[in-house]
């Protein structure tokens, strides 16, 4: 990755434009040819740097459910209940984290009302306690990575 | 989808055809004005509508944090008065290295924290400077307050928002 590349990411966290060559008026703004900007993307995303070049959607204002859940795996149980959440599709990100409530993951569903049903299946199915964080306010969602 | 959504048939489509990305084309609106079969206009005003209401967040690019270095990913947690917590959030949510920031409930007696941030450094240690920042700013209203870091990715799969 070199200073072209963190340009581009950094320009490009902050808004793609909707237009009739959107590549070419960023493409402008950077100073490089429309071409380059592309080839330099294609190859951001294959190599990893990108995860996602696209709209991102807001998951609840299209109807959906999305909430954030945590529980504590005892130790020797980790592996078998980490395995009984990430079986639910709905699961779309988990992860392991330093404290006695050690697996927090985060469930996305396509109605609101499934989270509590998919909440209880987890809880029943693993035998624990599973908290809902579900967000009561948002403040802000920069996403922004300085690169 | 709830019958109340705000989305018709078309926006749908055009959700379904963008979720896993825009494509790298020149005209990457008229590319997917030919998929869908309307005019490339009705495709960027379908946009544009979207990011007006907020059903799109923005378009643009995520950057794979860890590939960056922001080897470090610390969500931490305060907690503060109920009272203040809107003022408090929305503060810490403007700080430049806050990524996202919630209000959440408390889960007593285990959980006492409702405010969330999250914090990615390089390293731990820029994660704790961060976050002797955000308890400066929220001054005595603080009290308590912790990181939890991530120690391992045991999913991680895009969120598919329309089946």
């Known amino acids: 990755m070199d200073d072209l590349d963190r340009r581009i990411i950094n320009t490009l966290q902050g808004g793609f434009p909707v237009s009739e060559r959107p590549f070419l008026d960023v493409a402008r703004t950077l100073d490089i040819g429309e071409r380059d900007l592309i080839d330099r993307i294609e190859n951001l995303l294959e190599t990893g740097v990108l995860s996602r070049f696209g709209p991102m959607y807001h998951a609840e204002r299209l109807g959906g459910g999305l909430t954030l859940a945590a529980l504590s795996a005892p130790a020797a149980r980790f592996e078998e209940v980490a395995a009984l959440v990430n079986a639910h599709a709905e699961v779309a990100h988990n992860y392991k984290r330093d404290h006695d409530l050690n697996m927090w993951f985060v469930l996305a569903t396509e109605r609101p009302s499934d989270i509590e049903r998919v909440l209880a299946e987890i809880s029943s199915e693993t035998s624990l306690v599973v908290h809902d964080m579900r967000k009561l306010e948002e403040f802000f969602v920069g996403l922004r990575f300085e690169a | ?163």
């Open chain 2, 1 to 163: 989808m709830s019958e109340d959504t705000p989305i018709d048939a078309m926006d749908r489509r055009l959700i379904q055809a963008t979720q896993a990305g825009l494509q790298l084309v020149q005209r990457p609106y008229h590319q997917l004005a030919s998929e869908l079969g309307i005019p490339a206009e009705e495709v960027m005003h379908r946009l544009r509508r979207m990011l007006e209401t907020g059903i799109i967040r923005r378009i643009g690019v995520v950057p794979n944090h860890y590939t960056l270095g922001y080897r470090a990913n610390g969500m931490s947690v305060w907690d503060v008065p109920d009272e203040d917590i809107s003022a408090i959030g929305r503060r810490v949510g403007a700080l430049d290295f806050v990524s996202h920031a919630y209000h959440r409930p408390r889960h007593l007696p285990m959980w006492p924290y409702n405010l969330f941030a999250m914090v990615h450094g390089r390293t731990r240690a820029e994660v704790e400077d961060k976050v002797a920042a955000i308890a400066d700013l929220i001054g005595s209203a603080d009290r308590g307050h912790s990181i939890l870091y991530s120690t391992r990715i045991l999913k991680k799969t895009g969120l598919r928002i329309v089946g």
